[in-house]
């Protein structure tokens, strides 16, 4: 009889619920936040905004605000020794817009100032007289492809135009589905509100930054251009950080509070309000998408034609890099052989737009997803078996000609999604706060009508073409002691519980210290794009596994033993082919290692004038299925539940998992039916948390999650980053639902209450 | 600053006497609470009561420190994120937090546990609709709330057989 005893994984390692090594502190409340930093001596800055989308500064007066009791320091351009000018790809930011010169939005700084208290600070920055020479803003995306706008930048009014051309344009389908589709302005809003405290050096030729931020590497360059510093000079360290979804990607208030402190001499905080903060950061982009679907009588995909338009705003960001993701995802999921694509991002003075959680996915799968019901409907297929119908394989050939050689589980996704049962009926008499409008007991039971929708999304995975965003970690062992150090932004997400997770399990120890994330090691990348548990856990790894090589060779040396049959087996050491056992703790207690090892991924390419080329790294895959009650006469909606199974490739840590699915599924609810910045004539009409719509405990559907655990071959750990995918395909699930119950196309998200009654 | 409408008053914080100096006579229980007595648990996301992340107990009352003036709350009893755990161990709210994972950034995470703490108080066996609407004023931008949800649910069913055990 065989007999095989499976031991369950050991606590703390991978595959298990490992505790956060900072939740004690985040739960009573002592966990240092950026916004909690504090220092000796420290002085409070704040940043003058021009209130105009589009105009010329005549003048600046300065000489109220210095008579101020309290105000240190006042800086404006002249002030900023290095370049005037910081962005993640083309530098066409000012620190500071200058006097002659132009703002390109509204929310743009002009000014800033250090002072003894955040009420000085207010008072200094009304004393600033500004003049300007107002324009009209140039809002419309259409007039700068035309080029009847005038120029807002020297660098153009089109930050890049890219087509897509594959395979048989003359394909025409039997059944042929088309639609405009627009996606409005969403924010991160990430709860911790931008803050940062800048130390400078006594010699006052240096400066040390707390921050949260997402990338400190990529922030240190930056902000060494601007103040004229090699970059050595500036450290970072990486602050607590509340939240990011993208918006911690550029430069907001580091630069500025680095000049604060090196002009005083002193430690300078600046912390945004939750208003400053909608005109700090960038926003996803709102995008207008026209999308034209080709297919067989029985609903097989033959042709794809699409045009793109996402509004970058003011300032570049990421604009190129998030408008090429949504045109390479212009398929979504499927197979689709014949393709053109016209896409577009472009300057204009709306707010600067760059990355959010999906980053140009989310729009372009808005539109997919909305189409695959629409031809649904054409051809007469239910929307699951036309999806499945469709569902892309391991294999097969984008309209970007790279072939996906992910796993790619879209049909198991699909119908893991479909098994999970239904919430029940709503009942005759619900509770009020289970219907739509909620504690305000609007809606009436006899009104509400069920829908259920369907929305499944690919996203790529880690940074793309040919950019290489290597990851580096250090592993020591010292005393006895492993500690693990890395520049990763622990965000939220949970990569410092991850990374002594890979600790413990490579090297078979318990106890693992997490060094000081700072610029102290190599770069890690960015926390984006759904990257860190495949780069960063990489690198982790990778250094965990050089020092885990040396201590085996250790003991092969010690013991007069072949290395090749030493192996980690829980906390000891063992022969694979004999009986030696031995305690790595023992073994370690008087061993000094010390390994760096960096991680990178394959390379990538990028896009021919064709849109050809190899230009993704790997890609993760999503179904989701949502459940609504809709008041048609109100308006009203409410999401009841959320179905979705997800391919992670491997579950390191189950509960983080949920957390990360739960979550996306919220901020995806949010776009559909809550969250929108209002943009009139280039102005933000609700900068508040009282006007912006942030999905509430009571808003939040019940979420019922599988997870797809196929290892990943190609991933260090098996795994894939779990963080965008959420989000995605949620969207569309919920809007296709909204159209399941009334019938109404609803070309636009988020669905408000008047496109639904009217 | 310092010098304008500024006077010495007393704030009883988690069952101490705080004196506040040489403030501004303008500033929220918020401001001073992280800024002038040390305790930064309570976090400012929104300056309007709209997020609950600054969430404390004033006399059995759960509000937002961002909406009173600090001054105004003299002779009140104060209790924040801070003073919560027994000796500063954890409360059974924070452990269940952690064991749940409802903890990711963790911003708003004080004032839930906060919000939490006087929710149970007051309501020991809350139906899932009434932590939903009890909670409704603090919002989590990570967790999307399912993990909270599992939180507060646990602790009300520990605390419960607690106390049948106890009345055995």
Avoid at chain 1, 609 to 633: I, L, S, T
Avoid at chain 1, 658 to 683: F, P, R, Y
Avoid at chain 2, 122 to 133: F, H, R, T, V
């Amino acid at each position: 009889m065989n007999v095989s005893v499976v031991s369950p994984p050991r606590s703390g390692t991978l595959g298990t619920n490992a505790s956060r090594p900072d939740g004690v502190a985040k739960v009573q409340g002592g966990f240092a936040f950026s916004s909690d930093m504090w220092a000796e001596n420290m002085l409070w800055g704040a940043t003058l905004r021009s209130p105009h989308p589009f105009a010329r500064i005549v003048s600046i007066d300065v000489s109220a605000a210095w008579k101020i009791n309290g105000v240190e320091v006042i800086v404006t351009a002249d002030d900023v020794p290095g370049l005037n000018a910081y962005g993640l790809i083309v530098q066409d930011q000012p620190v500071f817009a200058k006097v002659g010169d132009l703002v390109r939005y509204s929310g743009e700084p002009i000014a800033a100032v250090a002072a003894d208290h955040p009420e000085t600070c207010k008072r200094a920055l009304e004393a600033i007289k500004v003049e300007y020479e107002v324009f009209n803003p140039v809002v419309d995306p259409e007039e700068c492809i035309a080029g009847r706008a005038p120029e807002i930048h020297p660098h153009g009014n089109v930050y890049r135009h890219q087509r897509i051309v594959t395979g048989d344009l003359s394909v025409e389908g039997d059944v042929v589905v088309e639609g405009d589709y627009e996606i409005g302005m969403q924010d991160q809003a990430f709860l911790g509100l931008e803050a940062a405290l800048a130390i400078p050096d006594s010699g006052g030729d240096g400066v040390e930054l707390y921050i949260a931020t997402q990338w400190l590497h990529e922030d240190r360059k930056q902000i060494a251009a601007c103040l004229g510093l090699p970059e050595e000079k500036v450290r970072l360290v990486l602050g607590g950080v509340g939240g990011a979804f993208g918006a911690r990607e550029d430069i907001s208030l580091q630069v500025h509070t680095c000049l604060l402190a090196l002009r005083t001499g002193r430690p300078v905080r600046i912390a945004y309000g939750r208003e400053e903060s909608f005109y700090g950061h960038v926003h996803r982009h709102p995008a207008r998408i026209w999308m034209r679907h080709h297919a067989t009588r029985d609903g097989r995909i033959v042709k794809i034609e699409s045009r793109m338009v996402f509004d970058g705003g003011a300032y570049c960001s990421t604009s190129p890099a998030v408008l090429i993701n949504g045109i390479t995802h212009t398929q979504g999921p499927y197979k689709c052989d014949n393709a053109v694509v016209d896409g577009y991002a472009v300057r204009t003075n709306n707010p600067p737009c760059g990355a959010m959680r999906g980053f140009g996915v989310v729009q372009a799968c808005y539109a997919h997803e909305s189409q695959m019901d629409k031809l649904a409907a054409a051809c007469g297929i239910d929307p699951v078996e036309i999806r499945l119908l469709n569902a892309m394989e391991t294999g097969d050939k984008l309209i970007t000609g790279q072939v996906v050689n992910s796993v790619a589980p879209v049909e198991e996704c699909i119908r893991a999604t479909a098994a999970i049962p239904l919430p029940p009926d709503l009942e005759s008499d619900p509770d009020f706060r289970d219907i739509p409008g909620g504690s305000g007991r609007t809606a009436d039971r006899s009104h509400i009508r069920r829908g259920i929708g369907w929305g499944v999304s690919i996203k790529n995975l880690m940074y793309s073409e040919g950019f290489d965003d290597y990851s580096t970690a250090r592993c020591r062992i010292s005393n006895g002691v492993v500690s693990v150090k890395f520049a990763t932004a622990e965000v939220g997400q949970g990569f410092v519980m991850l990374a002594q997770q890979i600790a413990r399990t490579v090297l078979g120890v318990d106890e693992v210290l997490l060094d000081t994330i700072d610029t102290q090691v190599g770069s890690a990348g960015s926390t984006s794009a759904s990257r860190q548990t495949w780069m960063s856990g990489g690198a982790v790894n990778a250094a965990c596994v050089a020092v885990r090589d040396k201590v085996l060779a250790h003991v092969a040396q010690y013991h007069d033993m072949d290395v090749a049959n030493l192996a980690v087996d829980g906390t000891d050491i063992v022969d694979t082919r004999g009986s030696f056992r031995v305690a790595v703790a023992d073994v370690i207690s008087h061993l000094d290692i010390d390994e760096t090892a960096e991680y990178h991924h394959p390379p990538t390419e990028d896009l021919d004038e064709n849109g050809q080329g190899n230009c993704h790294v790997a890609f993760a895959f999503v179904a989701h299925r949502a459940v609504v009650d809709v008041d048609p006469e109100l308006g009203l909606v409410k999401v009841v539940q959320v179905a979705t199974a997800q391919d992670v490739g491997r579950v390191l840590n189950p509960l983080s998992c949920v957390g990360q699915v739960e979550g996306g599924i919220a901020q995806g609810l949010g776009l559909a039916v809550m969250e929108e910045i209002v943009v009139t004539n280039g102005k933000v009409r609700n900068p508040s948390f009282t006007d912006y719509l942030l999905p509430t405990f009571l808003d939040a559907p019940d979420v019922e999650a599988v997870f797809i655990e196929e290892f990943e071959p190609k991933s260090p750990l098996g795994a894939k980053g779990v963080g965008e995918p959420p989000c995605i395909s949620v969207t569309p699930a919920i809007a296709n639902a909204i159209r399941n119950a009334t019938g109404r196309e609803l070309p636009r998200v988020p669905i408000r209450p008047y496109d639904v009654c009217l | 600053m310092t010098a304008i409408g500024s006077e010495m008053y007393t704030l009883s914080v988690n069952g101490r006497e705080h004196h506040v100096r040489d403030s501004w006579i303008g500033e929220s229980l918020l401001f001073v609470l992280r800024e002038r007595l040390g305790l930064p648990g309570a976090k400012g996301a929104c300056e309007q009561g709209e997020c609950g992340s600054c969430t404390v107990i004033i006399d059995d009352k759960a509000v937002c420190s961002c909406l009173v003036m600090a001054a105004s709350a003299q002779g009140a009893s104060i209790r924040t994120v801070e003073g919560l755990g027994p000796d500063g161990r954890l409360s059974d709210v924070q452990q269940s937090f952690l064991d749940a994972g409802g903890v990711q950034c963790g911003f708003c995470t004080p004032g839930f546990i906060v919000a939490v703490h006087h929710l149970l108080d007051s309501n020991p066996d809350p139906s899932d609709l009434e932590i939903k609407e009890a909670l409704s004023g603090n919002i989590c931008r990570c967790t999307g709330y399912g993990r909270i949800l599992d939180a507060v649910k646990q602790v009300s069913v520990s605390r419960r057989s607690t106390a049948k055990d106890g009345a055995r």
